[in-house]
């Protein structure tokens, strides 16, 4: 007998767990860490800065482990992420870029956000799995990044 359950990603969990899938999905989609999160994104020659946030639906940051300014930067190519918690505790991200459009660095954006949740999902689902005695037999990825999970439930 076998099953077919799909996942609604749902994202709540404190600061430490949201990070560890921004950082696993960012950096498989080859962005870094930032390494002066103040120093801001540098304009090219004739070009400013554009600036647009995006908040992660069916998201929050539990309160207790993480206040209004956590945050982790990430960038590349000239384009700067900024993962934080608003004031409400839910997760969005502010995208940076010089010589991008706002629709531009939404569509990055969405991307971005896309792959943590996945990320997030995954672990959620794979350490529930485990917490239950739920063997994982065989794990694939299609090419359009769906992932199929087969369990044995003894």
Known sequence: MSSVILVTPLIIANWSVISAAVLGACTAM???????A?????AKAGSSVTRT??????SEVLADAAGTDEQMV?????VRATFSRDA????KVCMEGAGYSKGQLKQIGQELMEQVTQQYVYHRVV????QRGMP??????????????RVRNW
């Open 127 to 130: 350490t529930e799995l485990n």
């Open 88 to 91: 409400r505790g839910a997760l």
């Open 30 to 36: 080859g962005f870094s860490v930032a390494s002066g």
């Open 136 to 149: 994982i037999i065989h794990e694939e990825v299609e090419a359009d990044r769906t992932v199929k999970i």
């Open 53 to 58: 946030e995006i908040e992660v639906e069916n």
């Open 38 to 42: 103040a120093a801001g994104v540098r």
């Open 74 to 78: 990430i960038e590349k190519d000239g």
